[in-house]
């Protein structure tokens, strides 16, 4: 079983930057390095949505639209830990955030909810205008 625990959250004014990070633990029999990390976000009564991913190598990164040059996702495997680097946070940024992963060695796109099989609690992210 594999325990993602998100931390770095909270309430920020627009402009302002924060940063999350995602610390896997639990992996029995596998390692960080192995997984694609993803981050998501969803607003109450709406669908969870791609923020961003980094594949297992670090090598492929991919951003949606709405927080390409703002957010940047990084990982760090000898801590066993993804970041998530926001600058120039908007209102429409609020969310809970959450962090995904995924250790199967089928090729996909990283930018769906179906692609993860493991997933943190999530952590607010309040963006006052």
């Known amino acids: 079983q594999v325990q993602l625990v998100e931390s770095g959250g909270g309430l920020v004014q627009a402009g302002g930057s924060l940063r999350l990070s995602c610390a896997a633990s639990g992996a029995s029999g596998l390692t960080f390095s192995t997984a694609d990390m993803g981050w998501f976000r969803q607003v109450s009564g709406k669908e969870r949505e791609f923020v961003a991913a980094?594949?297992?190598?670090?090598?492929?990164?991919y951003n949606a639209d709405a927080v390409k040059g703002r957010f940047t996702i990084s990982r760090d495997n000898a801590k066993n830990t993804v970041y998530l680097q926001m600058n120039s946070l908007k209102p429409e940024d609020t969310a809970v955030y959450y962090c995904?992963?995924?250790?199967?060695?089928?090729?996909?796109?990283?930018?769906?909810?179906?692609?993860?099989?493991?997933w943190g609690q999530g952590t607010q992210v309040t963006i006052s205008s």
């Open positions: 995904a992963a995924r250790f199967s060695a089928i090729r996909v796109r990283l930018t769906t909810t179906d692609d993860y099989a493991y």
């Open positions: 980094i594949s297992r190598s670090g090598f492929s990164i």
